[in-house]
């Protein structure tokens, strides 16, 4: 099959190209600069210059196409709704149309588990759970947007949603970043780090990306997860003494978690502050939020094995 691939250079992409070329899919990535080229054609795969942000410089090259893997999107976690707006939703959205005017068959889009993130816990659900009335972040919020369109939109184009949890592995700017932040003493358990917590490694992500393209039922979601019983605690600990990194000590109940999350983006927001306050209600759920997804659907319908990693 001939996919293009959005974000084919960064931390997962990467690895779903090198699936894709393995698998004997043509592949070609979407690539804004000479970096990110150089980067795609070591991996073999061909690069297509384009910004998400300007469709109508590239939409001819789409029609070239039979799939489309859209895994680009700024991984920011806080910020004004428009900047979401605009460099999510509207960009993905966008794509999406302009796939469909030119007769791509299959768009798989990269979701993620913030989507259903608000208030409660997300034990035991599958991808029939309703979403919540606002999640607890604009990432969350976009990425559902997108969701809901997708499964829904008067097209011809069948869309498959993969949606994961944390994606980690070596290499990972976002556990990079969490253990940096855990070496300067920056971070704090709450509850002790005793929530059920969610993850997948990017393998076997990329693994589910591939399945899903391939074998994914037209307007369907599914959760990928590494079907680990991870606790927030169980998680990071292992990661953090590869890392040497002096496993944190300090822990806070998470009532004081809510009010110190409350205030600092409530003083955030009064003084139009740009950079992230340390604490916001979707860095508290990432921690304390109790969260088990069951996989059965990926695994009968796509086929779906996740490998066990070392943590």
Same mark, same amino acid.
Do not use: H, M, T
């Given at each position: 099959m001939r996919v293009l691939v959005t974000g084919g250079s960064g931390f997962l992409g990467s690895h779903v190209v090198r699936r894709l070329l393995a698998g004997g899919h043509e592949v070609e990535v979407l690539v804004r600069s000479p970096v990110a080229r150089q980067k795609i054609e070591s991996l073999g795969a061909g690069a297509l210059e384009g910004d998400l942000t300007r469709i109508d410089t590239f939409v001819g090259k789409l029609r070239s196409f039979e799939a489309v893997i859209h895994c680009a999107a700024p991984l920011v976690f806080w910020g004004e709704? @428009?900047?979401? %707006? %605009?460099n999510l939703l509207d960009t993905t959205l966008g794509? =999406?149309? +302009?796939? /469909? &005017? =030119? *007769? =791509? %068959? &299959?768009f798989v889009q990269i979701s /993620? @588990? /913030? =989507?259903?993130? +608000?208030? *409660? !816990?997300? @034990? *035991?659900?599958? @991808?029939?759970? !309703?979403?919540?009335p606002e999640p607890n972040s604009y990432y969350g919020k976009a990425k559902r947007e997108i969701e809901i369109y997708l499964k829904s939109a008067p097209f011809k184009m069948e869309t498959v949603i993969v949606r994961p949890p944390f994606i980690w592995g070596p290499q990972c700017p976002a556990l990079l970043a969490i253990a940096e932040k855990a070496y300067k003493g920056s971070f704090v358990w709450v509850n002790h780090g005793k929530s059920p917590f969610e993850a997948v490694h990017v393998e076997n992500l990329a693994q589910a990306t591939v399945? +899903?393209?391939e074998k994914g039922v037209n307007r369907q979601v599914y959760f990928v997860t590494d079907d680990q019983p991870y606790t927030v605690r169980s998680f990071f600990v292992p990661i953090f003494s590869r890392q040497n990194v002096p496993i944190p000590e300090r822990s806070i109940s998470l009532k004081l978690g809510n009010f110190l999350a409350r205030l600092s983006e409530a003083v955030w927001k009064k003084f139009k502050i740009k950079k992230a306050p340390p604490l916001s209600k979707f860095d508290l759920a990432f921690v304390s939020m109790p969260r088990r997804y069951s996989i059965a659907l990926a695994r009968s319908e796509l086929g779906y094995a996740p490998q066990v990693f070392k943590l």
């Open positions: 709704w @428009e900047f979401y %707006k %605009k794509l =999406v149309q +302009a796939c /469909s &005017r =030119v *007769g =791509v %068959k &299959r /993620s @588990e /913030s =989507v259903l993130q +608000a208030n *409660g !816990p997300l @034990e *035991g659900i599958d @991808e029939k759970f !309703p979403y919540p399945l +899903a393209l």
